[in-house]
């Protein structure tokens, strides 16, 4: 158990519906990341959220969008999906942003 | 802007042999570098980090790594293979310049196969 726990952990849902990944980071960890990876694309870069607030955007389409709560706690919303957003969906947290975090297990998305 | 090489999509190596993956570097930075592994159906795990301390980094399960300069290149090694270490291995290379977000650039991975 890395410490950073992501549901659910598998999701299989049909193309225009809206999702909802969920992580919690590392106790202590301040600064929440989300990443995508497919096959094609490989691990992407999606938002970097640190206390709270939006740090960094990478490659993030506009239909999804991502915060973080008082509690630190992050959700990632994917809405209008289409059959290319099926990919697993991972959260990384560290103490702050110097890299070398720690990655959840990763929400596998199916969209049919 | 940081990226990452990985060199080889696919690595086959006998068990008890020599573990070498390649990774080449551009960073506008002093880059911090990165590999971590990934076993099928699992997250990421980190193997090892060079944060600009000593150039030889070593990390878990007897992996180290070089950096080196004057060739960009941060290659993964284990002197002897275990069937164990079969699995994907990405490098990485830190977003910590201007806008010092922390955010990792990966590379496409290396596919380590270790044939009994």
Redesign the interface.
Known sequence: D?G?TQTPKHLITATGQRVTLRCSPRSGDL?V?WYQQSLDQ??Q?LI?YYNGEE??K?NILERFSAQQFPDLHSELNLSSLELGDSALY?C?S?V???????????TRLTVV | AQSVTQLGSHVSVSEGALVLLRCNYSSSVPPYLFWYVQYPNQGLQLLLKYTSAATLVKGINGFEAEFKKSETSFHLTKPSAHMSDAAEYFCAVSDHGSSNTGKLIFGQGTTLQVKP
């Open positions: 890395s950073v600064s990341y490989g691990l870069f970097q740090r960094a990478g991972f990384a560290s702050q942003g110097a890299g070398g975090y720690t990655f959840g297990s990763g």
